[in-house]
């Protein structure tokens, strides 16, 4: 080897070395450095949470309406999930489901016992993409028919089948051909979907009401009329309750306002607290599936199945379904008025319990970063809607606080 051959390879090395000297790089410049960068950061660097306020790194409070994105309905390092964590994490981390385990066990009848009557046949897996993912397939497998209808507006996820359910165009294209035999019809619209239906129809999947699509709630009479026109054509209905789930809308399901449960459900976000979870609920009468048509590594670990267990069992002793409907009664009685008020770019104010939409005249992204440097955190819904999502163990107070920011910022 020549000297100019060994110097070159040092120098080659010492970039190598220099390249993964991370050691330097602050919190937003390491995530910046080596995330995908995949999603778009606001400039805020969150460090501590209880209930529903969020420090940051300077030690500044905020008031939380992004709720994890509806995972967080609990609260921020809820008691009963935090040491139902410690406890397991002290006892078993993993078992697959090829072996029984006794913490998966009560969290399969603790669903079993909230979820709508004759729901208890259970996959369990990891979030809410995954969830609905494992629900196509079901839908596929029982009715031994392709296709499914979704709905304009709707959102269901990013992966592969979750995408081709989802509508939203900037979500969709890069990732064509998606899987055939998906149709999307409007929201709310029954005679919509009964012109969609055809002898390939396998299902129907909805949300009881859009959240990332702009906090769309149905009129009275729409998803009984869906769940007669499934029961009559023999088309299965999967109702997403992976946002409306778990006490979000001021009942235990968003389904529930309307007396409607599907054949499937698909649950996830909040069902453990905050930790990772998801599960699709299937009606029994479905009986057992065939084994090996479908599964999931960490699906059910014990850690999650604890926290799952100790987060209903929470939803159920603070009724968080009734303190959502009359917090959200709350919220909305001052939020409403901003709609139509002079100098107002709010053009109406939507929702049920605390899922609750504002849509503007203007986009909503400034009006996000003007509520952060105001000490309210918030979420879009499509381009022109502000999301509020806070956690349902939320004080009145924090409410009027965030409510006199919001009509700060949406109010000239």
């Known amino acids: 080897m020549s000297i100019q051959e060994s110097d070159l390879g040092a120098e080659t090395a010492a970039a190598t070395a220099l390249s993964h000297d991370f050691s330097n790089l602050s919190v937003r410049e390491t ?61 078993l981390l993993n078992c697959p489901e090829i072996f029984y385990n006794d913490t998966r066990a009560e969290v399969l009848k603790k669903l079993a016992e909230v979820s709508p009557p004759g729901m208890n046949r259970i996959f369990l897996c990891n979030s809410g993409t995954e969830a609905v993912e494992g629900a196509l397939k079901f839908a596929r497998l029982l009715t031994g028919k392709t296709d499914i ?38 929201y709310n619209k029954i005679e919509a979907i009964r012109e969609a ?4 129809t396998a299902a129907v999947l909805i949300e009881p009401i859009q959240g990332e699509g702009g906090v769309h709630v149905p009129s009275d009479d729409f998803l009984p009329a869906l769940r007669k026109l499934c029961d009559e054509t023999g088309v299965l209905l999967i109702l997403d309750e992976i946002q409306t789930g778990f006490c979000r809308t001021g009942k235990f399901w968003g389904g529930d306002h309307y007396g409607v449960k599907g054949d499937l459900m698909t ?24 084994k090996s048509t479908h599964g999931s590594t960490f699906g059910g670990n014990p850690l999650t199945a604890a926290a799952a267990v ?40 939507r929702g049920k319990g605390l899922i609750i939409g504002l849509e503007l005249k203007q986009k909503v992204v400034p009006y996000l970063k003007a509520l952060m440097d105001r000490g309210v955190l918030a979420l879009p819904a499509g381009p022109n809607v502000l999301r509020l999502l806070p956690p349902l163990v939320i004080e009145r107070e924090q409410l009027d606080f965030a409510a006199e920011q919001i009509a700060a910022v949406l109010v000239g």
């Open 267 to 290: 649950v996830a976000k909040s069902i453990a607290g905050g930790i990772p979870m998801g599960a699709v609920l299937m009606d029994e009468r479905f009986g057992p599936l065939d």
């Open 310 to 349: 100790a987060a209903i069992r929470y939803m159920q002793d603070y009724r968080l379904d009734q303190r959502s409907a009359e917090l959200g009664e709350y919220f909305m009685g001052k939020l409403q008025p901003l709609a139509g008020k002079p100098g107002s770019v709010v053009r109406e104010v």
């Open 31 to 91: 995530e910046d450095r080596l995330e995908s960068g995949v999603y778009p950061k606001r400039e805020i660097t969150i460090v501590r949470g209880e209930g529903a306020k969020l420090w940051d790194d300077t030690g500044r409070e905020y008031v939380d309406c992004v709720g994890g994105q509806g995972s967080a309905n609990l609260g921020h390092c809820n008691p009963y999930v935090v040491e139902a964590i410690e406890k397991q994490a002290r006892t």
């Open 197 to 200: 239906i055809t002898d390939k």
């Open 149 to 186: 209808i979704a709905t304009v507006r709707g959102f269901h996820g990013r992966s592969m089948g979750a995408l081709s359910a989802t509508w939203e165009k900037k979500y969709r294209d890069p990732f064509y051909p998606l899987i055939p035999g998906f149709t999307h019809v409007p």
